[in-house]
């Protein structure tokens, strides 16, 4: 059974950092992109990032790009988000979820339950 | 990229069907078939109904189908149940390599 299960969210001030990550269990992690999408309080679903299976191709959000970091670690079945420079349109459950492919382009088909970030003072 | 346009709301009775339509680009919906359709029920996870703008993965009832023409896509739900209410997100690959989600539209089963 695929699981995905995200972490690291909270409460940081404008300006600040947070890293999330999602560990991923049930599939050959390295074998799939993986994206991060959020969704603002009572908003739309929003693309994030992406990365590709092997880690070497990565894809932003012209929102984040430069502020935001994806990575993961395919030895630890783990993904990241490092973000920097955080606004208070950043606010959002951020989601992560596994793509059909190592290519990000096609669908995503599993999703975690998310983790909130608030920034605010 | 900017958000793919889709209509706020629409409604339905049971029993009856309902299309929301998804329209982008040249760049997005029309220049590829990686377009998919999701399903989000308050506070829960956006769950997969449609890929490659008109497959159903396994276990979505055939119910839910999908079609493309030109820059718009749709999604068709037939003989709709009271469980079908949710809001429902486009999505689609853009020439940009990123990912754009229509606005989402709410579902009402009246």
């Known amino acids: 059974e695929v699981q995905l299960l995200e972490s690291g969210g909270g409460l940081v001030q404008p300006g600040g950092s947070l890293r999330l990550s999602c560990a991923a269990s049930g599939f050959t992690f390295s074998s799939y992109a993986m994206s991060w999408a959020r969704q603002a309080p009572g908003k739309g679903l929003e693309w994030v990032s992406a990365?590709?299976?092997?880690?070497?191709?990565?894809y932003y959000a012209d929102a984040v790009q430069g502020r935001f970091t994806i990575s993961r670690d395919n030895s630890k079945n783990t993904l990241y988000l490092q973000m920097n420079s955080l606004r208070a349109e950043d606010t959002a459950i951020y989601y992560c979820?596994?793509?059909?492919?190592?290519?990000?382009?096609?669908?995503?088909?599993?999703w975690g339950q998310g983790t909130l970030v608030t920034v605010s003072s | 990229h900017s958000a793919l346009t889709q209509p706020a709301s629409v409604s339905g009775s049971p029993g009856q069907s309902i299309t929301i339509s998804c329209t982008g680009t040249s760049s997005d919906v029309g220049g590829y078939n990686y377009v998919s359709w999701y399903q989000q029920h308050p506070g829960k996870a956006p769950k997969l109904m449609i890929y490659?703008?008109?497959s159903r993965p396994s276990g979505v009832p055939d119910r839910f189908s999908g079609s493309k023409s030109g820059n718009t896509a749709s999604l068709t739900i037939s003989g709709l149940h009271t469980e079908d209410e949710a809001d429902y997100y486009c999505?689609?690959?853009?020439?940009?390599?990123?990912?754009?989600f229509g606005g989402g539209t709410k579902l009402t089963v009246l």
């Open positions: 490659d703008v008109n």
């Open positions: 990365i590709g299976g092997n880690g070497g191709s990565t």
């Open positions: 999505s689609s690959y853009t020439s940009s390599s990123t990912l754009v």
């Open positions: 979820a596994k793509h059909v492919a190592l290519w990000f382009g096609q669908n995503t088909e599993y």
